[in-house]
């Protein structure tokens, strides 16, 4: 097998417990791919090329989080999500060969946590994969601590109120007047840096500082398309909408209404 490439400076130190990531594709060279480049990054990886066997597999023995494709014999991807949460809260990110919207709205609808269009960036998957481990610990915490128990840490992010808009950073969270609006992790972190600061234009750097992490590299029209998605949500639950501005030439802006 060829030399796995060196870990980058964010990889967990050897002594300290892995994160595991399940993978679930009939590609098995994406599985393989996949595998190396996550261990490469202190990850534990498991590999399933089914979602039938898949499943038995992470109500079994939970990993922490699994990365999942959409179109797949014998169980897809879909009803794979739908039997797993039944039972369980498990992380999930769905790739898929298509950026069908259909699909992803689906997806999210159902519980997935972020949705990604091959073919896609090692890179960007990876740090979408932390932003949401760190968000489930966060998550764990804040019920350790509602339940009493004590945790040591820093405290939990406060909600964002902003007019109709409430984002609840440490679960993810996200309601426009009193509606829920469900958003992938990429959209909700440039929704997070806008709303912290209402009326004030963030550029499309800025944002895209916001959103990717670990250097990945995304062009002004990744964060232009991220921008139209956001509103077509939104408008989803109000059509009349309009918490999202754009000055041409500068960027994007929060109005709180």
């Not at 709303?195 to 234009?201: F, I, K, L, S, Y």
Request: proline share 7%; charged share 25%; glycine share 6%.
């Amino acid at each position: 097998m060829a030399n796995s490439p060196s870990a980058s400076p964010d990889a967990p130190p050897a002594s300290a417990a892995p994160h595991v990531i399940a993978l679930v594709d009939d590609d098995r060279n994406i599985l393989t791919t996949l595998s190396i480049a996550l261990q490469a990054e202190g990850f534990a990886t498991r590999v399933y090329s089914d979602g039938s066997t898949a499943l038995r597999a992470l109500l079994d023995n939970p990993p922490d989080l699994v990365v999942c494709d959409i179109k797949m014999p014998r169980m897809d991807g879909l009803e794979l999500l739908s039997r797993l949460r039944e039972k369980s809260p498990l992380p999930l990110i769905f790739l898929t060969s298509k950026d069908d919207e259909a699909d992803e709205a689906q997806g999210l609808s159902m519980g997935a946590d972020d949705y990604i269009a091959k073919p896609f960036s090692q890179r960007l998957l990876i740090a979408r994969i932390r932003a949401i481990l760190r968000r489930s610990e966060i998550v764990r915490a804040g019920k350790l601590e509602g339940d009493g128990a004590g945790i040591d840490g820093p405290p939990l992010p406060e909600p964002i109120r902003r007019g109709l808009l409430t984002m609840d950073p440490a679960r993810h969270l996200v309601e426009w007047n009193g509606e829920p609006v469900s958003l992938t992790v990429t959209e909700f972190l440039i929704l997070e840096a806008l709303a912290m600061r209402p009326g004030v234009v963030k550029t499309r750097n800025q944002l895209m500082d916001a959103a990717y992490h670990d250097d990945v590299f995304v062009d002004d029209r990744t964060i232009d398309s991220h921008i139209k998605r956001l509103r077509r949500k939104f408008r989803s639950v109000d059509p009349q909408f309009a918490g999202i501005e754009t000055l041409y030439g500068a960027g994007y802006s929060f109005a709180e209404a």
